[in-house]
């Protein structure tokens, strides 16, 4: 099926300082939806976007829907400890199509 | 916000046994509902499509008459793994789409259920 490239596969950050993630396909995408995990739950959405260029903020987390349909992008801002967790990106093709997830980010934050 | 609620969230039974896993939206009504599978470190892999009054349609490679899908209302889901075996240890997260004007909704996702077959 349909691949999201998820990058990078992990990180190990300072408490304080900011982390970008990302996710590209081959494919144009209509939306594009980040989540987080935590360990043994479900994941939560955090942002969803949904026109090519829309830039969304959710607190500290900012993140994009690049103009080719291709892409997007999640920022997270001075970082903490309960940002720990793996974050996904997903998205339909198509208007009401089943979602595609990436491969996932895992997190660390070190106090 | 849209929640979806999944019960049980820990699960243990012996091998041979069935095992069955609800899921409901509280606060919407979800016509589709869709489960997932996760094993460790890897990402959600979409097993079938529950649609309300009818039948559920499956992904390739996931067996049908293992994994039966009954969705008998506009808010509940069920999912039953039939004789149950230690390869079907996994994460079983179920998800449904809250409804949201002028196209495409988020995917909002229950906490799943560890099934430990042993």
């Known amino acids: 099926g349909q691949q999201l490239n998820q990058s990078p596969q992990s990180m190990f950050i300072q408490e304080g300082e900011d982390v970008s993630m990302n996710c590209t396909s081959s494919s144009i995408f209509n939306t594009w939806l980040w989540y987080k995990q935590d360990p043994g739950e479900g994941p939560v959405l955090l942002i969803a976007l949904y026109k090519a260029g829309e830039l969304t903020s959710n607190g500290r987390l900012t993140a994009q829907f690049g103009i080719t349909r291709k892409d997007s992008f999640l920022n997270i801002s001075a970082s903490i400890p309960s940002d720990v967790g793996i974050y996904f990106c997903a998205g339909p093709r198509t208007s009401g199509s089943r979602l595609t997830f990436g491969e996932g980010t895992q997190l660390t934050v070190n106090p | 916000g849209a929640v979806v609620s999944q019960h049980p969230s820990r699960v243990i039974c012996k091998s041979g046994t069935s095992v069955k896993i609800e899921c409901r939206s509280l606060d919407f009504q979800a016509t589709t509902m869709f489960w997932y599978r996760q094993f460790p470190k890897q990402s959600l892999m979409l097993m079938a499509t529950?649609?309300?009054?009818?039948?559920?349609?499956?992904e390739q490679g996931v067996e049908k008459d293992k994994f039966l899908i009954n969705h008998a209302s506009l808010t509940l889901s069920t999912l039953t793994v039939t004789s149950a075996h230690p390869e079907d240890s996994s994460f079983y997260i179920c998800?449904?789409?809250?409804?949201?004007?002028?196209?495409?909704?988020?995917?909002?996702f229950g906490n799943g259920t560890r099934l430990t077959v042993t």
């Open positions: 529950s649609n309300e009054g009818s039948k559920a349609t499956y």
């Open positions: 998800s449904a789409r809250a409804p949201r004007q002028g196209g495409n909704s988020p995917l909002h």
